[in-house]
């Protein structure tokens, strides 16, 4: 009874994205979805093996990059969110720390070479399981260009940046954050808070969540 009761209140969402996994990636044997003895969470379980597909999120990472008082932005050339502005930013991969991702990704997405100065904000969505950390940094030398992920590679001043077309939440957030403290005078602050998306709206729709526990250091 107790396990009929947690997996009825388990939200959709969660529920979804468990029941996706169809095949144990180790023996590829069919999975039933349950929740394991001991734990609350529904799980997909191996009919063959018995080995439990233990799901957790993923970390995000890039750079706000400073430039003669301006930020670089990057158009996206790939989906989700075609076409809208983003800070060069992606999947942090296994063997690389957050600060290496960051420099890595920045590279890939607009060929520009970036020294880290600080950790600037720390944005957790645990609707869909991801954590943005997005690191402040300036170029080593003025050059960048778009990547094959990106149409066009831009510096914006604060005034100019594309509020209304940017990519996604945790980059509203984040060049929000730094405007409110590039405006306040200050040095920028570390940032962190949680980004909480109304269920069954689109990554793009960048109106459709709250900042919630927002601390700063
Ligand atoms: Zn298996």
């Known amino acids: 009874m107790f396990k009929v009761i947690l997996k009825l209140l388990l939200c959709d969402g969660f529920l979804g994205d468990v029941q996706k996994i169809k ?3 180790w023996c590829g044997g069919t999975t039933k979805h349950d929740i394991p003895d001991g734990e609350e969470r529904l799980r997909a379980i191996c ?15 890039g750079c706000l990059i400073e430039h003669d008082n301006k930020v670089l932005l ?16 992606g999947y ?5 720390s957050a600060m290496e991702g960051a420099i890595r990704e920045t590279r890939e997405e607009a060929n520009a070479d970036v020294e ?7 944005l957790d969505i645990p609707l869909i399981g991801q954590t943005y950390i997005i690191f402040l940094a300036k170029l080593k030398k003025p050059h960048f260009s778009p990547g094959p992920e990106s149409s066009e590679c831009k ?4 005034d100019e940046i594309p509020f209304s077309s940017l990519s996604f939440s945790s980059m509203v957030v984040t060049l929000n954050l730094y405007v409110e403290d590039m405006k306040a005078g200050r040095k920028p602050k570390f940032h962190y808070g949680t980004i909480n998306k ?16 927002h601390m700063q250091s």
């Open 155 to 158: 510096l914006f001043s604060l």
């Open 92 to 96: 942090l991969e296994i063997g690389e």
């Open 116 to 122: 880290v100065i600080s950790p600037f904000v720390q």
């Open 198 to 213: 109304r269920p069954g709206t689109s990554p793009s729709d960048i109106d459709a969540f709250t900042l919630e526990d």
């Open 23 to 25: 095949f144990c990636q």
């Open 47 to 61: 009919t063959t093996c018995g080995k439990i597909a233990y799901q957790n999120p993923k970390m995000v990472v």
């Open 74 to 89: 990057c158009k996206r050339k790939i989906e989700p969110s075609y076409g809208l502005w983003t800070l060069p930013a």
